[in-house]
């Protein structure tokens, strides 16, 4: 059974939804991935508005006043969803599995640490890094994330850290399992910016003015109901 459409599925763990930070100039980052042409971009307003997208300009999230909405422009609608919404329509998909659907998703919830381990240069900036420890004490070759204390990537701090969170309650992993990967997580994440994550090096920071018209939304707010009908017909 799909919980909800996979293009979503896959982007929630990395920018599902984004709530805002203090006071700042515009800013603009931009992650990618070495050696693919995968870019995500965090837009983030001086009044604390925030648009992201990977890769596909058709699906992106905005957050205006405080609340996160997940976009997708396809041929036939334009879908615009509260984040909150799929958190509950999530849930309601969740309850309805059966006994060995819900068993197999938590099984796929094991618990790991952050391991901090010095220091790691990314793209000409210094950070702590973390890596990722397995249950049976394995650890991860590379860093999980690198975390700057730059002041100057502390609003792009704040929005990753809160967009973690966000994305954990919706996550139908973190539902049925104990969500404790994903609290470790965010602890570490508001700890600063990070300039690596999950295999994502931050490659520009620019403080250019960004139009207004970036974060404006571009249909009415669905309803839940609406919402579960376009996810009950991703499933077929």
Not at 86 to 104: F, H
């Amino acid at each position: 059974m799909t919980i909800f459409p996979k293009a979503l599925t896959g982007l929630l763990i990395a920018f599902s939804a984004m709530l805002p930070a203090a006071a700042h100039a515009d800013l603009t980052a931009v992650y990618g991935v070495p050696g693919t042409d995968h870019r995500m971009t965090v837009a983030i307003a001086a009044n604390g508005d925030i648009r992201a997208e990977i890769d596909d300009p058709s699906m992106y999230w905005v957050v205006l006043q405080g609340v996160g909405y997940y976009i997708q422009l396809t041929p036939k609608a334009t879908h615009v969803s509260a984040l909150d919404d799929i958190a509950v329509v999530t849930r309601e998909a969740m309850d309805k599995l059966d006994p060995g659907q819900q068993a197999q998703l938590a099984g796929h919830s094991s618990v790991h640490t952050l391991l901090a381990k010095g220091t790691m240069a990314v793209g000409g900036r210094t950070g702590d890094a973390y890596f990722m420890q397995a249950p049976d004490g394995t650890i991860s070759p590379m860093p999980w994330v690198v975390i700057s204390h730059d002041p100057a990537l502390a609003p792009l701090g704040q929005a990753m850290a809160e967009q973690f969170a966000m994305s954990a309650k919706m996550d139908p992993y973190a539902m049925a399992g104990t969500g404790e990967d994903f609290a470790r997580a965010e602890a570490v994440l508001r700890k600063g910016a990070p300039i690596l994550f999950a295999g994502a090096q931050l490659l520009s920071v620019s403080e250019a003015k960004i139009d207004e018209s970036r974060f404006a939304l571009p249909a009415p707010r669905e309803t839940r109901d609406q919402i579960r009908q376009w996810y009950s017909m991703q499933e077929h």
